[in-house]
């Protein structure tokens, strides 16, 4: 799974990243967050047809549009690829709300209760990482409508399994266009095939464990 990560890039590096994508980016840099926890407000790209998409801020967790309240959101953080197409939660953003959510790395917490240590993952030659991503937008009786998502995993490949039974889907730059503008089936088929992108990783503080902590400090190697 994935349940917390980081995002500490500019824009200029997810445009490097995306693919040749025409991208709509605020003229400011993302604020760095070290510690992005689920219900927490991201960045995610949003396709906008013909090779274009723009960066917005949505809640972490989807909340279907069904849904009569935001609790679902706290088991919604990942859509497993194999089943998302076919689960109520995700079926339909599946179809036709994918999305790319831009990061800096993520954990994972190996071991078994207190001997849990917390490992930081990133790739070694690129400052990003891009998430495959579900979005859906839930409007709430009398209030704003709420804009969610999900990030997409997969069962976790080699030594990475050690650390975690499932990761996240990572898309290469060549996919991104097809992953938010095509069918559901080339969705299905670029999960298959994502080849894993070449990640290092480290032991980290146990001080990542409390979402109230935030600071480059919490990815520094132990």
């Not at 824009?11 to 689920?38: C, K, Q, V």
């Not at 709430?140 to 990475?160: N, Q």
Request: glycine share 8%; charged share 20%; proline share 9%.
């Amino acid at each position: 799974m994935c349940g917390r990560f980081s995002s500490y890039y500019t824009w200029r590096e997810i445009w490097e990243f995306s693919g040749g994508l025409a991208l709509t980016l605020p003229t400011e840099d993302p604020h760095p967050a070290y510690n992005m926890a689920p219900t927490q407000p991201g960045w995610v790209l949003v396709g906008e047809g013909e090779g274009k998409a723009r960066a917005t801020q949505m809640r972490w967790g989807i909340i279907p549009a069904w849904a009569r309240d935001t609790k679902i959101a706290y088991s919604t953080i990942n859509a497993r690829a194999e089943t998302a197409s076919s689960k109520p939660a995700f079926r339909s953003a599946w179809k036709s709300r994918r999305c790319l959510v831009p990061a800096s790395g993520y954990y994972e917490w190996p071991g078994e209760g207190k001997q849990k240590q917390p490992y930081y993952i990133h790739a070694v030659d690129s400052p990003v990482l891009m998430f495959a991503g579900l979005w859906e937008r839930w409007s709430p009786k009398d209030a704003e409508p709420i804009e969610t998502y999900s990030i997409v995993t997969m069962d976790a490949e080699g030594e990475l399994a050690k650390l975690h039974d499932r990761m996240p889907l990572m898309l290469p730059p060549d996919v991104h266009r097809d992953w938010i503008e095509g069918s559901s089936e080339q969705a299905s088929a670029i999960a298959q095939a994502a080849p894993l992108p070449d990640l290092t990783w480290y032991p980290v503080s146990k001080a990542v464990g409390n979402v109230r902590n935030q600071g480059p400090q919490l990815i520094d190697p132990l």
